[in-house]
């Protein structure tokens, strides 16, 4: 079976009458350009020399941030597939309505308001005719865990992505192309520069006001917002009052 990470229903069979999802390029209409290395079979097999390995760990975690921040993907799917349609599309795929049902072995995590997608081309290259195994995808992204870079759904921060469930099991994460504490940072920059220190927000009006129209944070996901405000916190910067649904925060 291929490991092509898409959401189930999605190829293009004309013969199907249930519509695909709705294929989405979140803030930019443009293709992600992949690097040159993805085109290198070799890259597509973890190799066993621990430096070689390293080196192409390190390449493909940057990868996955790379095609993320592209994308402004901000939770993730990583699942198998058996779909290797040639005319799938690039991009991102949203998990949308039905198709939900899909990942639901990955989306432990229902009662967050985040956005899932799937990463058709990310580690199946139909160019080349390569797809890199289940088990050796968990292994950079448990790189990206050790890292700080995702936060796998449903897991402990600790657990280990190739010891937690089988190989080809699928999961969600929440990946930070930017880190909390980065994004923490544009949060307090944005406060200062609207002059709001001292001021309360809701969450929404962070992440969805007209005020952050033109900023970085707009279209931030929430739980991403959440993990950045918990770091403001810490450091006695804001504070984080109200119910689960209607949250606000008090900059100081």
Same mark, same amino acid.
Request: charged letters at 20%; one cysteine or more.
């Given at each position: 079976?291929?490991?092509?990470?898409?959401?189930?229903?999605?190829?293009?069979?004309?013969?199907?009458?249930?519509?695909?999802?709705?294929?989405? &390029? %979140?803030?930019?209409?443009?293709? *992600?350009?992949?690097?040159?290395?993805?085109?290198?079979?070799?890259? @597509?097999?973890?190799?066993?020399?621990?430096?070689?390995?390293?080196?192409?760990?390190?390449?493909?975690?940057?990868?996955?941030?790379?095609?993320?921040?592209?994308?402004?993907?901000?939770?993730?799917?990583? &699942?198998?597939?058996?779909?290797?349609?040639?005319?799938? /599309?690039?991009?991102?795929?949203?998990?949308?309505?039905?198709?939900?049902? %899909?990942?639901?072995?990955?989306?432990?995590?229902? %009662?967050?308001?985040?956005?899932?997608?799937?990463?058709?081309?990310? @580690?199946?290259? !139909?160019?080349?005719?390569? +797809?890199?195994?289940?088990?050796?995808? #968990?292994?950079? @992204?448990?790189?990206?865990? #050790?890292?700080?870079?995702?936060? =796998?759904?449903? /897991?402990?921060?600790? /657990?280990?992505?190739?010891?937690?469930? %089988?190989?080809?099991?699928? *999961?969600?994460?929440?990946?930070?192309? !930017?880190?909390?504490?980065?994004?923490?940072?544009? =949060?307090?920059?944005?406060?200062?520069? +609207?002059?709001?220190?001292?001021?309360?927000?809701?969450?929404?009006?962070?992440?969805?006001?007209?005020?952050?129209?033109?900023?970085?944070?707009?279209?931030?996901?929430?739980?991403?917002?959440? !993990?950045?405000? /918990?770091?403001?916190?810490?450091?006695?910067?804001?504070?984080? *009052?109200?119910?689960?649904?209607?949250?606000?925060?008090?900059? @100081?």
């Amino acid at each position: 079976m291929a490991h092509d990470m898409r959401v189930a229903g999605s190829g293009s069979n004309s013969n199907t009458q249930s519509p695909a999802p709705a294929v989405v &390029a %979140a803030s930019t209409g443009s293709s *992600f350009k992949f690097p040159h290395y993805y085109n290198y079979p070799p890259m @597509f097999t973890l190799q066993p020399n621990l430096n070689t390995r390293r080196a192409q760990l390190d390449k493909w975690t940057s990868l996955v941030l790379s095609y993320c921040r592209h994308y402004r993907i901000f939770r993730l799917v990583v &699942a198998q597939s058996g779909d290797t349609s040639s005319g799938s /599309a690039s991009g991102p795929v949203r998990v949308d309505g039905d198709e939900t049902a %899909a990942a639901a072995a990955a989306d432990t995590d229902d %009662a967050a308001p985040s956005i899932a997608y799937y990463a058709p081309n990310l @580690f199946h290259n !139909r160019t080349i005719d390569r +797809t890199m195994s289940m088990g050796e995808v #968990r292994e950079v @992204f448990d790189d990206l865990r #050790r890292q700080g870079r995702i936060e =796998v759904i449903g /897991a402990s921060a600790t /657990a280990s992505l190739k010891t937690t469930s %089988a190989s080809s099991d699928p *999961f969600s994460c929440y990946v930070f192309w !930017r880190t909390p504490e980065e994004w923490a940072a544009a =949060v307090e920059a944005f406060v200062d520069e +609207t002059a709001q220190r001292g001021s309360v927000l809701t969450l929404y009006e962070l992440t969805s006001g007209d005020g952050t129209r033109n900023s970085e944070l707009h279209g931030l996901d929430p739980v991403v917002l959440q !993990r950045a405000l /918990a770091v403001l916190v810490k450091r006695g910067k804001a504070q984080v *009052f109200g119910s689960e649904q209607s949250l606000g925060v008090k900059f @100081f």
